[in-house]
């Protein structure tokens, strides 16, 4: 017979075991990379949001590239990802995000989902997220990543976000991670009252980070840093 206090710890060992996992080892092994990551290029650095310091710290970035990239994803850099696109440097994701200053259950447009990453990091933070990638093959990838990880509160489209998205229109905020040279219309109609766009403007390796915001209808823009992001493309592969 088992005592009772055997019992008890058998089924104390057996729960520790599922935490750990098979080998004894945590069930991702990014861990310690992605905090190392979160404290010294982000944090370190001035991003203190807690959001999205909390988003960092959690979303599996290791898992929006190649799996021969893996080892690499925790890096200060961006990565490609494909058909000549690439997944932007960590920093400047969390910089991005904050911009936003975004409030759990508002609704944020993406254009430009190409890993997926970026939506997972704004999904973490709570909010709605409407995110659409113009090339095909990338925007199923990135779905089935999204999937795979199970968020629920982002919504894949794919097609040409220099439109938008009216049918889910006004957005509390705009994140645009691919750069035109002048700034969508389509884009600043669907921004909410109050709302907050940041977007990458201006020709190829001459372009600035801006936060745009509208007040009383009318749009205020403020440059943030130069930056150097692939460009917006229409569906002929033109720059807009
Ligand atoms: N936010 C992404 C990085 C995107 S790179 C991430 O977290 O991985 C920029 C992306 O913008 C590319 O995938 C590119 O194909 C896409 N893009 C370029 N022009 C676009 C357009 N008009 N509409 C939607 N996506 C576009």
Redesign the pocket.
Known sequence: MISARTAGLMLLVAAASLCMGPAGSSADDFVDQRQKMVALQIGDRGISDASVLKAMATVPRHL?VAPELRDLAYRDAPLP?G?G????QPYI?ALMSQLLAVQPGQRVL?????????AAVLAEMGVHVFT????PE?GRQAIDVLDALDYQNIRVKIG???KGWPEHAPFDAIIV??APTRIPKPLTEQLAEGGRMVIPSGEKYDQQLLLLTKQAGKIEREKVVDVRF?P???EQGKTY
Do not use: N
């Open positions: 929006f990802i058909h696109q690439t997944i932007s994701v993406e254009i430009g989902t190409g890993s997926g990453y970026q659409i990638e113009i090339v990338l040409d976000g220099y991670t691919c692939v917006m493309v229409d």
